[in-house]
């Protein structure tokens, strides 16, 4: 089994393909060009978790390939500026901008979101993140970023979809593991962070049934085009990504490694 597994490059540079627009279809039932384990329920809630209106301004921290953001700017009317170190993913992001006519109220960046931000002080009225903090190494530094990047009065939003809820062999982690750099949080540990950093919590949502159903989704409808995605990413490849889900989906439905959703706000 390779140590090391492509998701992202995969899916972002073949974002038009018919065979993965059919993967995400099947998969989330709305196509944001996504990589995650939001649900299309959870992408139509986040715009009032997060109060968006007309004229905030927003920023997206792991913004893949630009889909959702724009699905915000477009609905909302929002301006979204998206960051993300993955460089096929905002190339495609803003050739879809451009497209779509949205280019003036969502622009995208490549850059690494670990590291301090090149962008002005309280500069946005809401900041989120899906399932994009369990890669940075230093979450207390990323939500100090964020919430000097927030203006006072405005909410954050991230998902962790790595939080411990029960015993979790080598094996399976290494599995988890397969596709990037990770942080796995015991439980709690988020609130803490989000309080040290300065915000006051607003809730935590469990998805983890939401994110072992979009797992067993996924994989399934990765296995039905199993010779068009073969070759596409090689065979290895594609085991490592079915080894993968099916691994999220087994940890995440016996509650063993739990998915939450944080809302915040800094009312400083």
Known sequence: MPRTVDLYDSAYENYESETYREIRTETYGKDF??????????????????????????????????????????????????????????????????????????????????????????????????????HLPDRAAVLGEIFRLTKPGGRTLFSDGLVVGGMVSYEELTIRSSIGFYVYSPPGENERLIREAGFRLVRAIDTTLNAASIAKRWHDAREKRNMQLVAVEGERNFEGLQRFLSCVFKLCSEGRLLRYLYVADKTE
């Open 33 to 134: 060009g996504q990589t995650s384990w939001v649900t299309t329920d959870e992408s139509e809630e986040i715009p009032q978790l997060l109060a968006l209106k007309a004229d905030s301004s927003v920023l997206e921290i792991g913004c893949g390939s630009g889909g959702y953001a724009l699905h915000l700017a477009e609905k909302i009317g929002c301006r979204i500026l998206g960051l993300d170190i993955n460089v096929p993913g905002v190339r495609n992001a803003n050739r879809l901008a451009q497209a779509k006519n949205l280019a003036s109220r969502a622009r995208f960046k490549d850059q690494d979101v670990s590291k301090v931000l090149p962008l002005e002080d309280s500069a946005f009225d809401a900041v989120f993140s899906n399932d994009v903090l369990c």
